[in-house]
């Protein structure tokens, strides 16, 4: 999807989700030119094979090479923050900012792999619409039903593609490389987010020190839903202030 005008922002949905995800940050086109992607194994994307954090960044990269886009804004939202992470080790001078929301930079491997298996299980013994369900409840503070439906347009959970996404993210560690991070980031977190915890946006931010953290209240997992128009007011702020 590619949509609008002006400095170029790149959105990079969660697992399981898709570029639809972001709709409620289709107005910011108005005052950026919008990319936003299915990765591969998600969404409309017709490639499965190959699927891993290093690989949805070099296809990001390769999209932008495409469109003769030198530089960019970038905007990660869970597993699509390592994403954002990913794109900066493997070709920093395209970066001209970061936004790291609801994300992590590394996990211990135990922890990693338990998470990774209560959720292999769960997908193996539900619909993919109950998990589907389950999924959105668990993103999101508020368990109104009018939110719980408009999270779960937010998925579409492809099964294979979906537990190779999640294996790959969770052997992820970019805390190696956040010191010598040289571009403005800004870190989003939920107050109340089950699937990515406060403490790793802390250590993230311990990594980064000059990196600038906002956390919402009364908020999980989704912010662009939950708090979408506070979302969208920092967004545009943030780019702003670093054209």
Not at 40 to 63: K, M, P
Not at 88 to 98: A, D, F, G, N, T
Not at 175 to 184: D, G
Request: net charge positive.
């Amino acid at each position: 999807m590619d949509i609008g005008q002006g400095e170029t922002v790149v959105l990079i949905h969660g697992l399981g989700s898709k570029k639809e995800s972001w709709v409620n940050q289709f107005s910011l086109s108005s005052n950026y030119r919008l990319i936003i992607p299915d990765l591969r194994g998600h969404g409309e994307s017709e490639i499965t094979n190959n699927i891993s954090i290093a690989n949805f960044a070099q296809d990001v990269l390769s999209l932008l090479d495409s469109l003769n886009i030198k530089k960019a804004h970038f905007c990660g939202l869970s597993m699509g923050g390592l994403v954002v992470q990913e794109i900066y080790k493997q070709k920093k001078e395209c970066v001209l900012s970061m936004v790291l929301s609801n994300t992590f930079s590394y996990v211990p491997s135990f922890l990693g792999q338990l998470t990774v298996m209560k959720g292999v299980k769960n997908l193996q013994l539900t619909s993919s619409d109950d998990y589907t369900t389950y999924t959105a409840k668990k993103c999101l503070y508020q368990k109104e039903s009018t939110l719980i439906l408009a999270a779960k347009k937010m998925f579409l959970i492809r099964k294979e593609p979906y537990i190779a996404s999640a294996q790959s993210a969770i052997q992820s560690n970019y805390l190696p490389i956040l010191p010598f991070v040289k571009v403005p980031t800004l870190i989003i977190g939920g107050k109340y987010d089950e699937i990515n915890p406060l403490i790793s946006i802390y250590i993230t931010k311990g990594f980064l020190p000059k990196a600038e953290v906002v956390i919402f209240d009364y908020c999980g997992h989704l912010p662009i839903l939950e708090k979408k128009e506070e979302y969208n007011k920092l967004l545009d702020r943030f780019f702003r202030q670093h054209f």
